[in-house]
């Protein structure tokens, strides 16, 4: 995933120490969902969702249509602010090419992501279907699994992120 150059996203950067956004930053980031909720509902449709990851982003349509479905963690079917929070920080991890240190300092948040079935591992198809939210390729991908597979039955446990 590539973040297209915005001057917004150029004020936003992470803290290093826990890669989340000052109150500052949160502040600015309280004021793009309020600016995109024009209905004021309080979340994002997926259409309003679409056209920010089509902004921010070069995600493909049917890409932006799983991370909305990935990111609806509560599946409201809507996008409230704190799931838009989180894709702010992936977005701006990817942004300072961070991506890894994100992984590692929020690692159940991603292992949930990536989770689709919620069967407690990932798989290959798993990682595949939205690794790239974290632009993990499939070179990456391979390595993940070369390192951390042992049992050889391309299934990531949880463990593995820590
Ligand atoms: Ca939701
Ligand atoms: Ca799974």
């Known amino acids: 995933m590539k973040i297209k150059t915005l001057k917004l996203f150029e004020y936003l950067n992470l803290v290093s120490s826990d890669n989340l956004l000052t109150i500052k930053d949160l502040k600015l980031v309280i004021f793009m969902f309020k600016t995109i909720d024009v209905h004021r509902k309080n979340a994002l449709n997926d259409l309003q969702f679409y056209s920010f990851m089509k902004c921010t982003t070069n995600l493909s349509s049917k ?15 809507f996008i409230e602010i704190e799931e838009f929070y989180l894709i702010v920080c992936i977005l701006i991890s990817t942004k300072d090419h961070k991506e890894k240190d994100f992984v590692s300092k929020h690692a159940k948040t991603v292992f949930d992501l990536l ?6 591992t990932i798989s290959a198809k798993e990682l595949n279907k939205i690794g790239y939210l974290f632009n993990f390729g499939s070179r990456v991908i391979k390595k993940i699994f070369d390192e951390f597979d042992i049992t050889g039955d391309e299934v990531l446990f949880e463990l593995h992120f820590n």
């Not at 890409?63 to 079917?77: A, E, P, R, Y």
């Open 115 to 120: 989770d689709e079935d919620c069967s407690g």
């Open 63 to 77: 890409q932006i249509i799983t991370v909305f479905k990935k990111l609806d963690i509560n599946k409201s079917g």
